[in-house]
């Protein structure tokens, strides 16, 4: 039987951030992951350059049942703390739209600077492994007892940093959850966010019609909005837009779409129809938009409001009201999204283990001493934009601290 002070389940960015960190108040630290190596979701992220924070993190930029929840956590471990480690290791790093920090080289200069914080300490990193089971010790004294594919290990504390479910491809599993759920915890209903939406029929077919083209637009849901690029896909719609809105999206509701948001479309051709009646719509429309997408989008909204095909019309011959009909299809698209592309591509989980359950201090499960949840594994969701490793760090860091204290006063 292998003991250690603390046992961390999970090589991701939480669970290695976590180890790290305890390791580096002098205890023992044994982490272990299922998969063949350590990091694999930070070595994919950002396109290969991990968006690793973000300049402007707050609270409300983060899902929740309970919003308060993410607030000590982010303040005691800011953004600029893990910015002062990347510093630390000298790696090079640039900002993108509204405050997104990347690696100027590669996503493993993260997981590198993480993997050298866990040398320094002396994390025990075991990958191959899996767990049949995990119990509180028989006897009278504190921590637990985990039987894994490598042996039995017994802790003083386990930190669960399993993440959620997105991405099984990439070795996502739901043991976080199963965990909670034995010790009696409350596990919140699962969605996969930070996702594409999938489309059927005549939208569907304009998306694949369009797909690769993007767009800057305004995206509406459920009382939230963002102005981000929208990308068509053969399978729907996709892009930091259709990303960001997933957060608060949900089955059955309503999106609305501004394809123009700086400009009105009645006005233009309004006014177009005053000065130029004889122009095609479509010409007018190719004024304002690129002219592939006027063309196809023009067609998609003459279907849909079943009007006639007025692309070769002259404005003069086209009713107002059927030009308000078309200038809304640009400036106010609305459609409900049969689903999302699901977990297999969705960036992160939303819903998870009710934070009502946890300290929002120490991360430890309130009936449980011992176990701490951190990380994605929680009902803790951040926007797109290195939110939700900024939660990674910030959870880990004060779970660290707290795991710490507890041994320093045992």
Not at 47 to 54: E, I, L, Q, V, W
Not at 260 to 284: F, G, M, Y
Request: hydrophobic share 40%.
């Amino acid at each position: 039987m292998q003991h250690v002070d603390c046992l961390v389940l999970g090589g991701g960015a939480a669970g290695l951030m976590c180890a790290a960190n305890v390791g580096a108040k002098g205890l023992s630290v044994l982490l272990i992951d299922h998969a063949n190596k350590v990091g694999k979701k930070i070595l994919m992220s950002g396109g290969g350059r991990c968006n690793f924070t973000n300049y402007f993190i707050e609270p409300h930029q983060y899902i929740s049942g309970n919003p308060h929840f993410c607030k000590s956590a982010l303040s005691r471990y800011t953004n600029y703390d893990f910015i002062a480690l990347v510093e630390k290791y000298q790696l090079a790093y640039h900002e993108k739209t509204a405050g997104q920090l990347f690696c100027d080289n590669k996503a493993r200069d993260i997981l590198e600077i993480l993997l050298s914080e866990c040398e320094k300490a002396r994390v025990d990193i075991r990958t191959k492994t899996s767990i049949t089971s995990i119990k509180k010790a028989s006897d009278k004294g504190t921590g637990f007892v985990v039987e894994t594919s490598l042996g039995t290990v017994k802790a003083r504390q386990v930190v669960v940093a399993t993440g959620g479910l997105s991405i099984p491809a990439m070795g996502a599993t739901g043991l976080g959850y199963d965990i909670a759920t034995q010790f009696g915890l409350h596990v919140i209903q699962r969605d996969p966010t930070l996702v594409p939406f999938t489309c059927s029929g005549k939208a569907l077919d304009v998306c694949n019609a369009l797909s690769g083209l993007s767009l800057p637009v305004s995206i509406s849901c459920n009382n939230h909005s963002f102005s981000e690029s929208f990308l068509f896909t053969h399978r729907g719609m996709s892009g930091p837009a259709v990303l960001q809105i997933s957060n608060y999206w949900h089955l059955k509701m309503p999106v609305t779409v501004n394809f123009l948001p700086a400009i009105s479309v009645i006005d233009v051709l309004t006014e177009a129809k005053k000065n130029t009646p004889q122009r095609k719509l479509v010409h007018v429309l190719s004024d304002v938009f690129p002219k592939r997408f006027a063309q196809a989008w023009l067609e998609y909204t003459l279907a849909e409001h079943n009007i006639e095909a007025y692309q070769d019309k002259n404005l003069a011959d086209i009713p107002n009201k059927n030009l308000t009909l078309i200038a809304d299809g640009f400036n106010a698209w609305q459609f409900t999204p049969p689903g999302t592309e699901g977990y297999r591509t969705a960036e992160v989980t939303r819903g998870g283990i009710d934070t009502n359950d946890v300290s929002s201090k120490t991360f430890e499960a309130k009936k449980v001493e011992g176990l701490y949840f951190i990380g994605e594994v929680l009902d803790v969701t951040g926007w797109l934009g290195g939110f939700n490793f900024q939660w990674a760090w910030s959870s880990a860091y004060c779970a660290a601290q707290a795991i710490a204290e507890e041994n320093k006063a045992h």
